[in-house]
């Protein structure tokens, strides 16, 4: 994950109650149940798929969808929805996860 991706997720996993993983993505913890930190998410967001391939390639496993913020470097290959943006600035990450928490919410409370 970006470095300054890891702020404006953790913001929204604390107002929309998602569990988040801001750190480093260790292999194995969307496809081995005796991983330690085994998660089995309905949704993966990647700040960056080029650089979480591997978190890229286990949902592919597993077959979770995948968002991907994606700027015009990025393959969306193996990615299920792209949002055009900015994935490098720290401005345009807290923007696009702020947006994406506040839709989270309007629809949850709508």
């Not at 979770?64 to 720290?90: A, Q």
């Amino acid at each position: 994950m970006r470095q300054y991706g890891q702020k404006p997720i953790r913001v929204l996993g604390q107002h929309t109650g998602i569990q988040v993983l801001d750190g480093r993505f260790r292999p194995g913890t969307l496809t081995n149940p005796n991983a330690k930190g085994f998660l089995e998410p309905d949704l993966l967001i990647l700040t960056d798929p080029l650089a979480d391939t591997q978190a890229l390639h286990e949902a592919e496993n597993i077959g979770v969808p995948v968002i991907g913020l994606c700027d015009t470097n990025n393959e969306t290959k193996f990615l299920d929805y792209v949002i055009p943006t900015n994935n490098k600035g720290r401005r345009a990450l807290a923007l696009v996860y702020w947006l994406l928490s506040r839709e989270i919410l309007r629809k949850r409370y709508n």
